[in-house]
T-cell receptor, first 113, second 108 residues
Framework: EPEVTQTPSHQVTQMGQEVILRCVPI?????FYWYRQILGQKVEFLVS????????KSEIFDDQFSVERPDGSNFTLKIRSTKLEDSAMYFC???????????FGEGSRLTVL | DAKTTQPNSMESNEEEPVHLPCNHS???????IHWYRQLPSQGPEYVIH???SNVNNRMASLAIAEDRKSSTLILHRATLRDAAVYYC?????????FGAGTILRVKS
């Protein structure tokens, strides 16, 4: 069964460092998403991406965040200068055209020290 | 704002049906209702979705009220592996906004 894969599974970084989280969506999917979940809290929408541009973003997704689909297969989330409060599980998801189901990856746990 | 209301938690016995309710009284005519679940330490997993009619798949059934202001996810025979947080989500635009969900506990 096709799946969304995310790397790394866990990253520890120092405050102020740049982090890139990588995702390989399902190959024929067209819509891509990043969500995050702070420990013990709900899953929060960050950004959606379609046709090589951001289609929607939340208030959380400020100038410190960016997304890219550099090579037609990977979908990345970059955090320019990490803060302690960026510590969370980050989930990538993808969706095919005209289908309702979002397929989520297993997540990347980011710990900012 | 998730715009859906669910009970914080529910408990079920193994092998019995479970009915998980959700209110979405401000839903518009074109918003789909989605249900996802999240098992411990995993990403959200799709369960089912629908617009107006009741829907069935191998995992569950979704009963949508005629006025669409509420819906119920039905797990026909709960197993221990169904213990998870269940999210009822309105889709608007092209995004899903999660609420707090219902923690389902299944007793053996």
């Amino acid at each position: 069964e096709p799946e969304v894969t995310q790397t790394p599974s866990h990253q520890v970084t120092q405050m102020g460092q740049e982090v890139i989280l990588r995702c390989v969506p399902i190959s024929n999917h067209l819509y891509f998403y990043w969500y995050r979940q702070i420990l013990g809290q709900k899953v929060e929408f960050l950004v959606s991406f379609y046709n090589n541009e951001i289609s929607e973003k939340s208030e959380i997704f400020d100038d410190q965040f960016s997304v890219e689909r550099p090579d037609g297969s990977n979908f990345t989330l970059k955090i320019r200068s990490t803060k302690l409060e960026d510590s969370a599980m980050y989930f990538c998801a993808s969706r095919g055209q005209g289908t309702g189901e979002l397929f989520f990856g297993e997540g990347s746990r980011l710990t900012v020290l | 704002d998730a715009k859906t209301t669910q009970p914080n938690s529910m408990e079920s016995n193994e092998e019995e049906p479970v009915h998980l309710p959700c209110n979405h009284s401000t839903i518009s005519g074109t918003d789909y209702i989605h249900w996802y679940r999240q098992l411990p330490s995993q990403g959200p997993e799709y369960v089912i979705h629908g617009l107006t009619s009741n829907v069935n798949n191998r995992m569950a059934s979704l009963a949508i009220a005629e006025d669409r202001k509420s819906s119920t996810l039905i797990l026909h025979r709960a197993t221990l592996r169904d213990a998870a947080v269940y999210y009822c989500i309105r889709e608007y635009g092209n995004k899903l906004v999660f609420g707090a969900g219902t923690i389902l506990r299944v007793k053996s």
